[in-house]
């Protein structure tokens, strides 16, 4: 058996850092902190702007850019490069200045604990900021925060995301906020995976298991160790690459470079399915179609129905909320269960040692392979999820900016602009799903082909469940976007 640790090769592709300017800019150590300078910029503009603007949420500039804009463009960057938001995070960004004590120079110095993050929370892996996602998901729709509603609730919100994090820096070592507790960071982690950066890896895998000062993760004279508990000899996806370059820095040998790969790379090549980003997968396919269904007026009878049954004062319901994400998750589970117990093997030897997450069992063998290939059409249903209020309100954002230097905003053609009528965003949503159901297929025919028949006693049997279970399920998202006639 494949040792878990063991480093693999390069992904096949493109090593951007071989050309001379982009290895100067990317080594240049005022890089990040220019990526990162014009979103800090624009996310203190919306903490101010939505606490002393105005109230009415289409001429505020905070609340208007962040969720007819900010959203939607956050998801595309998602799909096209993968992590690159994480680059330039504003959130990351500010708690790492704090906690270096620099904004770009490499410094000895640092503020706070540097503590740790245990050992038992770091094995859950993603899902802890999954239920960090699902909690401000759920705030947001109590509070119509995304609605959008009081555009102060808005800056609320980012300002108890900037402190969350800054605390979490000042408390844990490196971005231990980024990578266990930030909500995004496992929709942008599982999402991002289609995306057609690599991510930084190491060139010449000899040299990198040669290499006794490791500086790429312990950190140099030039560079901070990962920040992001990474070793690039070992990474087969871009799952966990922040794209901070800061490996690409340190390392003595110059053998770390930045890789581009062809789309959908990440989600079909690792040789190391993680139990508990299949888990993250499984939930975050119950929460967006929780949003979808909570979108369609049946359900807002039975959220209405609770509420009165338990005495809560209003949508949504905690009861509904989690328990519909948690079914829609144990189906998706259910379904590779049922898999594993007709088409596994007798003879599969599934003797892993590890934890709950590790261990080795038919469910899991089946399981984690199955959610991955799910990974575009999950996707793709999370950006057509935002298309309504884009295509409805994003010319918003002019006349909210005009607002800002006091011109009137509201006479503005562009405030009652629609880019789109509603029946033609439908058509949008449901072509989003078709792509993003093709690319699933593609996906899960090569994952199917490579781990599941193997282990399969019939691979025809396998191939038509696999490729069904998809099929299923972008039809089920496509149906719901028609259902609800662009809702937003």
Not at 107 to 116: D, P
Not at 437 to 454: D, K, S, Y
Request: hydrophobic share 50%; net charge positive; with cysteine.
């Amino acid at each position: 058996m494949q040792d878990r640790f063991a480093p693999s090769d390069p992904a096949r592709g493109l090593d951007v850092t071989r050309n001379p300017l982009v290895a100067r800019l990317v080594r240049n150590r005022h890089f990040q902190f220019f990526l990162i300078l014009p979103n800090q910029i624009v996310f203190w503009a919306v903490i101010f702007i939505g606490i002393l603007g105005t109230t009415v949420p289409g001429l505020n500039f905070g609340a208007a850019i962040t969720w007819y804009i900010w959203f939607c463009l956050v998801f595309v960057m998602m799909v096209v490069v993968g992590r690159a938001w994480c680059s330039m995070c504003p959130f990351g960004g500010f708690g790492e200045w704090v906690q270096r004590h620099s904004f770009w120079n490499r410094s000895e110095r640092s503020v706070g604990l540097g503590l740790k993050f245990p050992e038992p929370l770091a094995r859950i892996g993603f899902l802890i900021p999954v239920v960090s996602f699902l909690l401000l998901t759920w705030l947001e729709e109590f509070f119509n925060i995304a609605g959008p509603g009081n555009p102060a609730a808005t800056s609320f919100m980012v300002l108890g995301i900037v402190g969350s994090a800054l605390a979490f820096f000042l408390v844990f070592e490196r971005r231990t906020f980024c990578r266990y507790i930030c909500p995004l960071t496992t929709l942008i982690g599982t999402v991002g995976s289609m995306g057609t950066v690599a991510g930084f890896r190491t060139r010449d895998r000899d040299i990198c298991l040669t290499c006794e000062t490791k500086d790429c993760m312990r950190g140099g004279e030039h560079g901070y160790g990962c920040p992001w508990y990474t070793w690039p000899g070992s990474a087969d996806s871009n799952l966990y690459c922040g794209l901070c370059s800061e490996c690409y820095k340190a390392c003595p040998h110059d053998n770390v470079g930045l890789y581009l790969q062809k789309p959908l790379t990440s989600v079909v090549a690792p040789n190391r399915r993680r139990i508990d980003v299949a888990w993250g997968i499984a939930l975050l396919w119950g929460l967006v179609l929780y949003q979808q269904v909570n979108a369609l007026s049946l359900f807002g009878s039975l959220d209405t129905r609770l509420n009165n049954a338990i005495a809560f004062p209003h949508y949504p319901d905690p009861v509904d909320y989690l328990g519909i994400i948690a079914l829609l998750a144990l189906a998706t589970a259910g379904a590779a269960w049922i898999v594993a117990k007709l088409l596994a093997r007798r003879d599969l030897d599934l003797t892993t040692p590890g934890t709950f997450l590790e261990r080795g069992s038919r469910f899991r063998t089946f399981f984690a392979p199955i959610a991955y290939g799910l990974v575009p059409v999950i996707g793709a249903d999370y950006f057509a999820r935002q298309l309504p209020k884009f295509f409805k309100h994003s010319t918003r954002l002019v006349p909210a900016v005009q607002h800002v230097f006091g011109a009137s905003g509201t006479q503005s053609k562009l405030y009652t602009l629609r880019l789109l009528t509603n029946p033609r965003i439908v058509v949008v949503q449901v072509s989003v799903i078709a792509l993003g159901t093709l690319a699933a297929l593609w996906t899960t025919w090569r994952i199917t082909n490579r781990e599941l028949v193997p282990v399969s006693r019939n691979g025809v049997a396998i191939r038509v469940v696999t490729l069904g279970l998809v099929l299923v399920c972008g039809l089920a998202a496509g149906v719901l976007y028609v259902l609800m006639h662009a809702a937003s």
